[in-house]
């Protein structure tokens, strides 16, 4: 049944005109509720009063509560039936989640209701919510949430008609003026007399220091004289107490009324998510299907709490970027735990200096792995003279990155006709005159995985070149067919724009572990996610802390903030 009104009793008021004591009560679709109050004046009280009214009188097809916890005394309601998330502001990112989730319950009440009022609506009107802010004085104060401050003033303003109720608390008028206009409903405990006449317009007496005890304009009418009175005004109140929630009676009628109902849960990670916990969050949602080797769960979605995947057959280029420490390492862990226990899979290791990809070489049996790391001796052939029948061998030192472009083509790809602003490759990279046969056109060497660690990768020298402007989309081109899957960890700025440019080309996934909009302003347009606007990141996506990361699918353009799994060292 379709709801036009929802009255909640709260307490009793004194209206001396009409010689009357009524009940005090809001309806929560006429007005939004903001009360004031000074500390232990019976605020968070009101908060905890106004919930348990609703779970007594709503169930989870009608009303839904998002809590916003400030004062950091409602945890405990976080589990209540109605609740469909608990956040205080230990972590930024749970607060502008909270914001966004807002802005898309409104966005959707608007179009459900196709330009009607809530309470008019009598079939398919959407569930209601309540969004109730707790000390919202430490919200408007805080400089990281000043670009949400617009976004809460919208949802006040637009959300009542269109079945969203905001209730807030606040220790101080001072910041709250610009909200005042869309509070119809003001109550205020335990101020300084020039508080009262900016929240009411006229002076009160003072009513002492009883908590719960204070004033409260009316919005809704249950006097039983019939005489009239400015229902604007402020008159005295007393709150009643809320019911204690961990009651064995409160706790009884929870589950006669619920039996285990619950609207949708949003719920907040742990410190560190283990892939145990990661299964416990997985199982909630629709996404329940085990990985398979080339579609790998890293994380979860911030905003919707989904597993997310990392499709490496579907991108086949990804790209890692991050700061030290903040779990790139771990990142490609996950990204290899299924091609290690495959033996149908080879890998290629391209390291340097930093040895970071040792662990890897170290879990693989030989002949499935390929380790590039160091200088190394090899013997070349070559011809003294062009034209000429007669070879020569020669012993050579061959940095880690000639070894490597000798690897791919002896093994997957004849270089000896690739060239570069006509010049071939193999002369570039090691020499004219060099002879090196392939036998790339007689080997099978689908099913390779190339992890690549090494920074020689992005630095401006003719053989990185040669291998970012043509090996690279060559093999791209035939990843497919051969089955081949590159993995960039810990990209580099490249300095040369027409190096960079192939290269971006050539990613489809890339993750960045680090705050993204830092990020940006300091590598500009030198990463895959140099065009996207900084201010309207800073306003999406709050820093992050360790374990968290972005998964941005350049293909689809779709940019994700996760809780990345925290995978275990062997």
Request: proline share 4%.
């Amino acid at each position: 049944m379709a709801a036009d009104k929802m009255e909640c009793l709260l307490g009793r008021q004194d209206i001396p005109i009409i010689q009357d004591q009524p009940d005090f009560v809001v309806d929560l679709l006429e007005s939004n509720v903001l009360l004031y109050g000074a500390s232990m004046s019976g605020k968070t009280n009101f908060i905890k009063l106004l919930i348990t009214v609703l779970h007594k009188q709503y169930r989870e097809d009608a009303e839904q509560i998002f809590i916003l916890d400030f004062g950091g005394a409602l945890a405990d309601f976080g589990s209540l039936p109605l609740v469909s998330a608990y956040f205080d502001n230990a972590n930024e990112e749970y607060v502008k989640r909270v914001f966004k989730l807002m802005e898309d319950q409104l966005k959707d009440n608007i179009k459900q209701l196709k330009g009607r009022n809530y309470r008019g609506v009598t079939e398919n009107q959407p569930i209601h919510t309540t969004l109730f802010i707790d000390n919202v004085n430490a919200f408007l104060d805080e400089p990281r949430y000043a670009a949400y401050q617009e976004k809460l003033a919208k949802i006040c303003r637009d959300g009542l008609s269109k079945g969203i109720t905001v209730v807030m608390t606040a220790s101080a008028v001072k910041g709250t003026n610009q909200l005042l206009n869309s509070f119809k409903q003001k109550i205020a405990l335990e101020l300084p007399p020039d508080s009262y006449m900016e929240i009411f317009s006229h002076k009160v007496l003072p009513v002492g220091t009883n908590p719960g005890h204070g004033y409260a304009n009316v919005t809704v009418n249950t006097a039983d004289n019939t005489a009239t009175y400015q229902m604007q005004n402020a008159y005295e109140l007393q709150l009643n107490i809320a019911d204690d929630i961990n009651s064995e009676e409160f706790q009884a009628n929870l589950e006669k009324y619920f039996q285990g109902r619950t609207v949708r849960k949003y719920k907040r990670f742990p410190d560190v998510l283990t892939p145990e916990l990661y299964s416990v969050f997985a199982a909630d949602t629709e996404d329940v299907s085990g990985d398979d080797i080339t579609s790998v769960s890293v994380g979860l979605d911030y905003t919707e709490c989904k597993p997310v995947r990392a499709d490496l057959t579907s991108s086949r280029c990804t790209a890692i970027y991050g700061k030290k420490g903040f779990g790139k390492t771990n990142l490609l862990r996950l990204l290899m735990k299924g091609f290690i226990a495959d033996p149908l899979y080879n890998i290629v290791l391209f390291d340097d200096g930093r040895g970071q990809l040792e662990e890897f070489e170290k879990r693989l049996p030989e002949g499935r792995c390929r380790y590039i790391a160091e200088h190394a001796e090899d013997v070349l052939t070559f011809r003294e003279r062009a034209g000429s029948a007669e070879l020569k061998q020669v012993t050579a030192k061959l940095s880690p990155m000639q070894q490597f472009i000798r690897l791919i083509h002896e093994n997957y790809m004849d270089l000896t006709q690739v060239k570069r602003l006509s010049n071939p490759v193999l002369a570039e990279v090691f020499g004219s005159g060099l002879v090196m046969p392939s036998e790339a056109s007689v080997l099978d060497r689908r099913n390779t995985v190339f992890v690549l660690q090494s920074k020689f990768l992005y630095i401006n020298s003719a053989a990185s070149k040669d291998f970012m402007e043509v090996i690279l989309p060559a093999m791209a081109a035939r990843a497919d067919e051969m089955n081949w899957i590159f993995i960039f960890t810990d990209v580099k700025p490249v300095s040369d724009s027409e190096t960079r440019e192939n290269f971006h080309t050539t990613i489809g996934t890339a993750f960045l572990l680090d705050s993204i909009a830092e990020f940006i302003t300091e590598r500009g347009n030198k990463s895959v996610f140099g065009g996207m606007d900084v201010k309207s990141l800073q306003e999406e996506y709050a820093p992050c802390e360790e374990g968290d990361g972005y998964c941005y699918s350049i293909e689809k353009d779709d940019l994700k903030k996760l809780r990345f799994i925290r995978e275990r060292e062997d």
